[in-house]
């Protein structure tokens, strides 16, 4: 089984940037590694039990993964396991923490563990999943980092209206 712990220093508050991963709106606009994803039910965005699926994008759109949230602590914590296989992977389990920076910055700390499968390739398909995944888990925060540059600022005042307003359906 692969883990890995990978530190993204983020130019926007821990509540901008778990917003902007979690609220669909806002992952359809910088996420090319998914072309389509939701919750079961159609909420906004997850909450701890909520299943969603998420179809890959680009070369990786046969992807498909359906996965679990077993924690979701806004602005602080998500994580969520992968229910089911969905090859190349036999396990998927991810968590976000998200930690104040100085100068109203945040650090968003992705943990993930993946096991490559079939297992009789194990040995042979899992460390080029892992390379695959961590590669592309890199290049995927790049993109978060440059829409929230110059973006940050629409999601701050979409989150006044939609946290300030107390209602979670309001938009």
Request: glycine share 10%; hydrophobic share 40%.
């Amino acid at each position: 089984m692969a883990h890995e712990r990978i530190a993204f220093p983020m130019p926007a508050s821990c509540e901008v940037v778990f917003d902007v991963f979690h609220y669909h709106r806002w992952r359809a606009r910088w996420d090319s590694l998914v072309s389509h994803t939701e919750v079961d039910g159609g909420a906004p965005c997850p909450y701890v039990g909520a299943v969603s699926e998420n179809v890959g994008g680009g070369l990786l759109r046969a992807l498909s993964m359906r996965t679990e949230f077993v924690s979701y602590q806004r602005p602080r914590l998500a994580a969520a396991r992968m229910l089911g296989t969905s090859f190349p992977f036999s396990k998927w389990a991810a968590s976000m923490k998200h930690e104040p920076a100085a100068g109203g910055g945040s650090v968003l700390i992705y943990t993930y563990n993946i096991e490559a499968g079939p297992r009789m390739l194990r040995w042979l398909i899992e460390p080029v999943v892992h390379h695959v995944f961590r590669r592309q888990t890199v290049k995927r925060f790049e993109r978060m980092r440059a829409f929230l540059a110059t973006n940050g600022s629409e999601v701050e005042a979409w989150q006044r209206g939609y946290h300030g307003a107390g209602s979670p359906g309001a938009q």
